[in-house]
């Protein structure tokens, strides 16, 4: 009898995690929990055809099929995560039956059981700042020779010495911005460590993904504990109010996605 292939999003502490019945999971599968070494993991049936080892590798090459998968995913983490510690698992983590469930719980249980510990009571809160875009500036006629024994060009243009002199302040006021743009994201970030319990700097974000105007110059995480949340969300909005040239965005509460890792042992084919 070939095994059940069961798609595992996250880890609860055994007992704490009360799915409902109506939630539902990557490609509609239903949600329930599988305990273990005194943890829970959160899982859905998931088929072979798609999930087994060469589909599944196959899958990850299409980007229509990874963002449904992490939509399922995150709905999942999200529901778990609002009421309980959720220790959210690497996309696509795949185990073979209840026994290979079982299996990855008791292989990461100290690492499993140490993050809970840490995070318990404890959000991610996601903070972008984007530097606004400078206003194309009016460009520089273009040079023209001048006349023998005069300084400048006729009918507004002008000569080469000064359509230089205005490409250099242009390049100078678009450098001063993204200076005082890459200022205002370490004052953004230093005041939200100090205030949050950890932080981590992830990869700026393309533009293409994100669909924001404006250059991304950070892309922070931080961690603050639930009873927190209103002083850390008032301090955001007045540097937001404060910034001048960014714009800061208030992403969360999420699950500490930023703030977990997989351990030794754990994950796909377990």
Known sequence: MTETLHY???????????????????AGAGVRTVAGSGLAAVV????AADFDEQPLRAHLEDMRWLEA????????????????????????????????VRRMLATGREHFQETIRALDGRH??????Y??????????????????????GAGGRISG?????????????RDASSRRAEEWARTVHETLGR????????????????GQTGENVLNGAYLVPHEEAGAFTALVG????????????????????????????????A
Not at 131 to 152: E, L, N, R
Not at 195 to 210: G, I, T, V, Y
């Open 238 to 269: 007045g540097l937001a109010d404060r910034a001048e040239g960014v714009r800061v965005q208030l992403t969360g509460p999420w699950a500490p996605y930023s703030f977990t890792g997989p351990p030794s042992g754990a994950g796909e084919g």
């Open 131 to 152: 530097a606004d875009p400078a206003p194309d500036p009016a460009p520089a006629a273009a040079p023209a020779a001048a006349p023998s024994g005069t300084s400048g």
């Open 8 to 26: 595992a999003y996250a880890v609860v502490p055994e007992g704490r995690a009360d799915i409902p019945e109506e939630l539902r999971g990557v």
């Open 161 to 173: 010495r000064d359509y230089l002199r205005q490409r250099r302040a242009q390049r100078q006021s």
């Open 69 to 100: 998968t992490a939509r399922g995913h995150q709905q999942v983490v999200d529901a778990v995560a609002a009421q309980t510690c959720a220790l959210p698992l690497r996309l696509a983590t795949v185990c073979r039956g209840e026994e290979g």
């Open 195 to 210: 205030s949050a319990e950890d932080s981590r700097l992830h990869r700026p974000q393309d533009a293409r993904l994100s």
């Open 124 to 129: 991610e809160w996601g903070v972008k700042v």
């Open 44 to 47: 859905s049936p998931v088929s």
